[in-house]
């Protein structure tokens, strides 16, 4: 039992206090620390606590404070109370968060399941992306999945920006647009920005999926992404 109430925010020596006076009503401080064995020097000011969280209260009999529990009912209050104060301080908590740093999750798929990974994520998570490098290794790699995948687009009404390299014909859904990057011009891997994610799609055997989420690095693809997409032919 002790740990339970430890676990809702009690000390150790307040658990022991609650639960004997669960036991033993109209006791003193004296009689407390003897039974708890608790220093009597810091008696009060675990009851004062108690007190505090409404679990205890006492009587004054000739003069002498003698202390009981008060019904268990009063540690559900105390509960809804520390929520009540968590959902009144967690606007603050929020606003708090610092926007100096990024956190980076990374995580690399290898073989096929890499791709068919970043494509579940897009169709689940996202309204709309932007990928260049294409070169129609994703169609030839993924196969009939590839397919799939152009369909759920299709359904989802996915909207999607690709640029790829003038004079490949690659495989696009409905809300597909397409601009064309100079032949000259190589990227090595497939990039693909959704949301705070960059996914680098490496099409040599075995297969990678790299999938960093970073809402900075995503920033500065996307940023990548815009300028090439200016100065790219429809």
């Given at each position: 039992m002790i740990a339970e109430l430890t676990s809702i925010g009690l000390s150790k020596q307040?658990?022991?206090?609650?639960?004997?006076?669960?036991?033993?009503?109209?006791?003193?401080?004296?009689?407390?620390?003897?039974?708890?064995?608790?220093?009597?020097?810091?008696?009060y000011g675990l009851l004062d606590s108690l007190i505090n969280k409404g679990l205890v209260n006492y009587v004054l009999i000739n003069g002498v404070?003698?202390?009981?529990?008060?019904?268990?009912?009063?540690l559900v209050e105390f509960i809804k109370e520390k929520e009540i104060a968590l959902k009144r301080i967690l606007p603050q908590l929020k606003s708090l968060k610092s926007d100096e740093y990024?956190?980076?999750?990374?995580?690399?798929?290898?073989?096929?399941?890499?791709?068919?990974?970043?494509?579940?994520?897009?169709?689940?998570?996202?309204?709309?992306?932007?990928?260049?490098?294409?070169?129609?290794?994703?169609?030839?790699?993924?196969?009939?999945?590839?397919?799939?995948?152009?369909?759920?687009?299709?359904e989802r009404k996915?909207?999607?920006?690709?640029?790829?390299?003038?004079g490949r014909k690659v495989l696009i859904s409905?809300?597909?647009?397409?601009?064309?990057?100079?032949?000259?011009?190589?990227i090595p891997s497939i990039t693909t920005v959704y949301g705070n994610k960059v996914a680098l799609a490496i099409f040599q055997k075995p297969y990678y999926a790299i999938v960093i989420e970073s809402k900075e690095l995503a920033h500065t693809y996307r940023s990548l992404f815009e300028l090439l997409w200016k100065t790219a032919k429809p």
């Open positions: 307040e658990a022991e206090i609650y639960i004997y006076l669960n036991k033993e009503k109209n006791q003193t401080a004296s009689e407390i620390a003897e039974q708890t064995r608790t220093n009597r020097s810091v008696v404070k003698r202390f009981s529990s008060t019904k268990p009912e009063a990024d956190i980076v999750n990374v995580e690399v798929f290898r073989g096929v399941n890499g791709g068919l990974a970043v494509m579940k994520d897009i169709i689940k998570n996202c309204n709309e992306y932007v990928a260049f490098g294409e070169d129609t290794s994703f169609q030839r790699i993924m196969g009939t999945l590839a397919k799939q995948y152009v369909r759920q687009l299709n996915v909207k999607e920006r690709l640029l790829v390299p003038e409905k809300n597909t647009e397409l601009r064309y990057l100079p032949k000259n011009m190589q």
